[in-house]
């Protein structure tokens, strides 16, 4: 139970209260309360907003690295060569060290 709750289930049996008095101590107990819930949604406010900070940060790392990687890529120069296969004179079979995917499908 909250403080607001215990203070009033504290009043039972109590004769000639003090209205005001009585009042203003509920709303003093429930302003204290209240102000313990805002201040951890603040923190929770706060943390979420330095997660959002950190991922964007990430975001954009990414994107820097996937373009500088997407400029290597294209300074590569391209080669359309195929290396010709050498035969072993003894086996009469392709070199192992000049096999290529292709030369499988062929």
Same mark, same amino acid.
């Given at each position: 139970? /909250?403080?607001? !709750? =215990?203070?009033?289930?504290?009043? !039972?049996?109590? !004769?000639? #209260?003090? #209205?005001?008095?009585?009042?203003?101590?509920?709303?003093?107990l429930h302003n204290q309360e209240?102000s313990t819930g805002t201040a951890?949604?603040?923190?929770?406010?706060?943390? #979420? &907003? =330095?997660? =959002? *900070?950190?991922?964007? !940060?990430?975001? &954009?790392?990414?994107? =820097?690295?996937? *373009?500088?990687?997407?400029?290597?890529?294209?300074?590569?120069?391209?080669?359309? @060569?195929?290396?010709?296969?050498?035969?072993? @004179?003894?086996? /009469?079979?392709?070199? &192992?060290?000049?096999?290529? #995917?292709?030369?499988?499908? *062929?």
């Amino acid at each position: 139970m /909250g403080i607001v !709750e =215990d203070y009033i289930n504290g009043l !039972e049996g109590q !004769e000639n #209260l003090n #209205l005001p008095e009585v009042v203003g101590e509920i709303l003093k107990l429930h302003n204290q309360e209240i102000s313990t819930g805002t201040a951890k949604i603040g923190q929770l406010e706060t943390q #979420l &907003s =330095d997660k =959002d *900070a950190a991922i964007a !940060e990430r975001d &954009s790392t990414i994107r =820097d690295t996937k *373009a500088a990687n997407w400029d290597l890529v294209n300074r590569l120069p391209g080669t359309n @060569e195929k290396p010709e296969s050498q035969i072993d @004179e003894v086996t /009469g079979l392709p070199d &192992s060290s000049s096999i290529t #995917l292709d030369d499988m499908f *062929a």
